[in-house]
Nanobody
Framework: QVQLVESGGGMVQAGGSLRLSCAAS????????MSWYRQAPGKQRELAAT???????VYADSVKGRFTISRDNGEDTVDLQMNNLKPEDTGVYYC???????????????WGNGTLVTVSA
């Protein structure tokens, strides 16, 4: 099994910054993509940002230029630096990892339990 533990959520005023971190542990051979998703109250979960093992990144249009995703392959961690936060960024942020195990022959998706980000106007 693999565990993903997020940290760094909290409350901040509009225009402020937060940094989220996610650490993976357990039965890991390697990790392919690592992503941050978010779910606003009453809305579906959506992708905020993703990063490949090679460092390639994809961002949702709504966060481009404000959020930066990064990872440490040696530590199996992924961070999300969020700047110039807006009230519409409020929601629960989830870490997701595409984990390879069994010598890399198998892959499985894992999710963290989420961390709450609240941005006040």
């Amino acid at each position: 099994q693999v565990q993903l533990v997020e940290s760094g959520g909290g409350m901040v005023q509009a225009g402020g910054s937060l940094r989220l971190s996610c650490a993976a542990s357990g039965r890991i051979f390697s990790i392919n993509e690592m992503s941050w998703y978010r779910q606003a109250p009453g809305k579906q979960r959506e992708l905020a940002a993703t990063i490949t093992s090679g460092g390639g990144t994809v961002y949702a249009d709504s966060v481009k230029g404000r959020f930066t995703i990064s990872r440490d392959n040696g530590e199996d961690t992924v961070d999300l630096q969020m700047n110039n936060l807006k009230p519409e960024d409020t929601g629960v942020y989830y870490c997701r990892a595409d984990v390879a195990y069994g010598g890399g022959y198998y892959t499985e998706d894992y999710w963290g339990n989420g961390t709450l980000v609240t941005v006040s106007a």
